[in-house]
């Protein structure tokens, strides 16, 4: 089966800029998740949905960072205004029926 | 709250065993592995369910002591592809999110 796919692979922003994020997970997984992962940390979760609603964003810096999944499908996570500490990678996951996560391969987010 | 994971690193040459722990202060409900290599993304090894189960992956295995909230991951004759950083996850009942260790690099040598 294709993989979760990600785009862009990378991006470079100034601090204060937008960014947006895009995941499309594997078809048919209705369960997809966001995580940020910072160098040589885990991966912290950002937000989870089920079909095209939320289970949990408690984590999701509101301030600053909002996450859509329309029609229960591809879905992206934006950052804005983007801040030195959101340097990162972004990972977008989806879960199948072995409750395994499958990751795409992230975007590698530098803001400077 | 983020499990501990132990060793936080390990170094090998290839043939030896090595085995990687993660606690949990939580209940739990299940416990995911991952292994990382660099630049790429996570990817599943296994997951062990709450029953005590033990699992195997070619010479990759787990156990899962929910008793304890605690799970080992032994990696049997190393082999150079498995280095990497291995994550455990934990998933506590009720939730279907992981909350992932800070992870344990391991460097297999020839």
């Known amino acids: 089966e294709a993989g979760v796919a990600q785009s862009p692979r990378y991006k470079i922003i100034e601090k204060r800029q937008s960014v947006a994020f895009w995941c499309n997970p594997i078809?048919?997984?209705?369960?997809l998740y966001w995580y940020q992962q910072i160098l040589g940390q885990g991966p912290k979760l950002l937000i989870q949905f089920q079909n095209n609603g939320v289970v949990d964003d408690s984590q999701l810096p509101k301030d600053r960072f909002s996450a859509e999944r329309l029609k229960g499908v591809d879905s992206t996570l934006k950052i804005q205004p983007a801040k030195l500490e959101d340097s990162a990678v972004y990972l977008c996951?989806?879960?199948?029926?072995?409750?395994?996560?499958?990751f795409g391969s992230g975007t590698r987010l530098t803001v400077v | 709250q983020q499990p501990v994971q132990s060793p936080q690193a390990v170094i090998l040459r290839e043939g030896e065993d090595a085995v990687i722990n993660c606690s949990s202060s939580k209940a739990l409900y299940s416990v995911h592995w991952y292994r990382q290599k660099h630049g790429e993304a996570p990817v599943f090894l296994m997951i062990l369910l709450k029953g005590g189960e033990q699992k195997g992956h070619d010479k990759i295995s787990a156990s899962f002591n929910e008793k304890k909230q605690q799970s080992s991951l032994y990696l049997t004759a190393s082999q150079l592809s498995y280095s990497g950083t291995y994550f455990c996850?934990?998933?506590?009942?009720?939730?279907?999110?992981?909350?992932f260790g800070k992870g344990t690099m391991l460097l297999v040598s020839p």
């Open positions: 996951a989806s879960r199948g029926r072995n409750y395994g996560y499958t």
């Open positions: 996850g934990t998933e506590r009942p009720g939730y279907s999110t992981l909350t």
């Open positions: 078809s048919g997984h209705a369960t």
